[in-house]
């Protein structure tokens, strides 16, 4: 059993930074996939970060470049770094683990773990 459990969330202004945390206890898997996922208000859950247990990260476009996926092994925590943070990037963030490989973009199918979600809000 994998649990999952998000934090750093907050409200910023446009420009400004965060950092997200997903804290995992757990892990059943010798190879596995975490990542984040976003879902503004009234729209769908979009994959913007994935990462590979060999590190290996991919990122969608509208956030590369400004957001950085990082993990801690010991720890066995998953980052996400934001940086110059726009209104749209404002979102419930969660991060997700599955043994088979994450998609950036719309969520197609329902991954194994979710964690609770961490509110994310960028005023202009």
């Known amino acids: 059993q994998v649990q999952l459990v998000e934090s750093g969330g907050g409200s910023v202004q446009a420009g400004e930074s965060l950092r997200l945390s997903c804290a995992r206890s757990?892990?059943?898997?010798?190879?596995?996939?975490m990542g984040w996922f976003r879902q503004p208000p009234g729209k769908e859950r979009e994959g913007v970060a994935i990462?590979?247990?060999?590190?290996?990260?991919r990122y969608a476009g509208s956030v590369k470049g400004r957001f950085t996926i990082s993990k801690d092994k010991v720890a066995h925590i998953l980052y996400l770094q934001m940086n110059n943070l726009k209104p749209e990037d404002s979102a419930m963030y969660f991060c997700?683990?599955?043994?088979?490989?994450?998609?950036?973009?719309?969520?197609?199918?329902?991954?194994?773990?979710w964690g609770q979600g961490t509110q994310v809000t960028v005023s202009s």
């Open positions: 757990g892990n059943p898997y010798s190879y596995y996939y």
């Open positions: 990462m590979d247990s060999d590190g290996n990260t």
């Open positions: 997700a683990y599955d043994i088979a490989p994450l998609a950036l973009g719309r969520v197609l199918r329902d991954y194994k773990y």
